[in-house]
């Protein structure tokens, strides 16, 4: 099978974040950038069910030069090509301009199924994988916790998640996008041999143009929502911070939490 | 008049709680845009939580009928209402923020040429249209957005943004929503229980959950220590169980359990409103976490900010000393 994986490259969750001067958006410099956490999931699907089915692995991406890292990175896990949409007016849409590319640039691919994450950890619409479903006209599921390949690879077994604790599980029919959930593996690790290898892989840049797509069609300008503002929220009357080292903190809590709270 | 359109979640004869708050959201969006809220409900046979939601102060309860909405698939809801968005034309279009609506809403904006607006959490008017607000980098920060541009809006509502007890009460009539030619686009083969339900966290008197923060697997036994002298059950966010350094039956949120001990520590955990919503009923919550601008500290009583690989032991040794 030839699976394109729709992957983005966002902030480390784990990095501290700074409200960028015009208060539009993080502040970028010196903020480290991951591939998104259940993009990577949808990646390590990709690549099994490739080395099943002696197929391939295009990854796909939407963003500024620094995706190139995350690229790179797909590339030395063994995606065998990948597809930046790199030019400054796919950026800064929402998820149905953002959507909208990336099915153009997938359509190009002739492709059995498209896998993605079901959530971005920046913006997070949990959209995109299925507004590139609707465009392509394919089924599509989010929140995808398991999945199998049927035979003859014109089928997929789905277990998507519900509510209170409950899974579904139904059958699609092929070619399909499924945005998996972060859980479904366990992503494996570059080795040097991939790294390396990843060097001479093929990292295409089409234009909207090469996509068929207008300018007006895609990115901020194709965008209905528009960011007035980020920032941190109010934090309502918050914690009362405590002060010290571990251990003075911690004896402060105790006590705080024997006389004052009175839980302990 | 713009029109408000909102989408009934239900089960069994039921509206699904959101649905509820969803309601409340709606109506509080007519209010502000000067248009009337009906209801939209989608299935086959579901008089009764068409009954319980006219039973709001509603335009009308409009419920599409059809053997292909008996089960939920994106393929049947969207080919139901993307035409009849198009031919009423709502301007507005709210839905509860569930996993089931989250699974066909983009699919709607898709065909419909909407806009979408994934997890408001409000909205009030501003300069040419209203200003949603929403969650973004997992509720660290949040962003105001506005539409731009023609055509309906489609936004979902975070669960507990709008209170279920707050749609007002009234007599609405029930008007059936007609369906052309759909199909699902899902075999439906089951559901299942994920993991059984071996741990109720739900009666914990006190809870120490772990978040991402946590760094591993291997890093958990200072946290079961402290859990052991306090004599709580240990959650966790979850990132943690994803990764699997705890089983799926110890995660607190929205796909996990809901908790309301008296005493809950957060530990590693920043606070993404997933998480939030499966721990609001505790009593008193102690926040431990590196980042000081995380949003766990909101809804904290204390916070201690640093590193809890050397914060956990210290309060163990703390707590053993005061318990003699």
Known sequence: MRIAVCIKQVPDTEARLRVRKDGLWVEEEDLPFVINESDNYALEEALTIAEKTAGEVVVVSLGPERVKDALR???ALGASRAVHLAEEAFQGGD???TGRALAAAIAGQEVDLVLTGSQSDDVGYGATGSVIAGHLGWPHAWLVMGLEIEEGGTSARVTREMESGMNEIFRLQLPAVIEVQAGINH??????????AAKRKPIERPSPADLGLEASQIGAAGSRLEVLEVAFPDSGEGAEMLEGDAATMARTLVEKLQREARVL | ??????????????????????????????????????AVLLGHGAGDAATEAA????????VADHPALERYTPGAYVGALAPAIAAAGPAYVVAPHTYQTVDFLPRLAQATGAALVPEAIAFEPGDGGLVFRRPIMEGKLQARVKVKGEGPVLLSVQSGAFPADGGRAGEAPVASLEVGEIAADREILGVEQVGGDQVDLSKAEVVVAVGRGVGGADKMKPIEELAEVLG???GASRPVIDNGWLPRDRQIGSSGQT?????YFAIGI??????????????????????????IFGVARYGLVGDLHEIVPALTEAIREAKG
């Open chain 2, 55 to 62: 039973a709001y102060d509603l335009e009308r309860v409009l």
């Open chain 1, 95 to 97: 998820a149905l301009a």
């Open chain 2, 259 to 263: 908790v309301a001990p008296r005493l």
């Open chain 2, 270 to 295: 920043s606070g993404a409103i997933q998480h939030l919503v499966g721990m609001k009923g505790a009593g008193c919550v102690v926040a431990i976490n590196k980042d000081p601008s995380a949003p």
């Open chain 1, 187 to 196: 992503p494996r690790y570059a080795s040097l041999k991939g790294i390396m």
């Open chain 2, 232 to 234: 709580a059950d240990v």
């Open chain 1, 73 to 75: 990175k797909a590339l």
């Open chain 2, 1 to 38: 008049m713009p029109a408000v359109w909102i989408i009934l979640q239900h089960r069994e004869g039921q509206l699904h709680r959101m649905a509820r708050e969803a309601i409340a959201a709606g109506q509080q969006l007519a209010e502000i845009t000067g248009g009337r809220p009906s």
